[in-house]
């Protein structure tokens, strides 16, 4: 996916996601002017081998990706749900609460 990262949080989404999914840096698709994004448009458009080699990163990093892992998604929002009502029960201000790195992989 091609994305232009803005100031709003729903630009950011695209950027976002290539980072989850732990794409290489030669084959991010992150255009940082309107000018870059659309050359990395064309570029890829013009040049099948490019984009048959980033689809096929896509594919071969989706099974141990976060983005495309419900059930582990979902225990980690749980265990955060978890962590921030210990910390109100215990008369704790609110803060941010971070679960520990896990390696982009599926659990």
Known sequence: MLTLPGEKMVSRVGLSM??????????????????????TAVRLASSPEELRALRAEVEALRPGSILFNLTRSTRMLEELYLRMWARHESGLPPDHIRLPSAPNRSS
């Open 18 to 39: 290539q980072l989850a999914l732990g794409l290489s840096p030669s084959n991010t698709t992150i255009a940082h002017s309107f000018a870059g994004y659309e050359d």
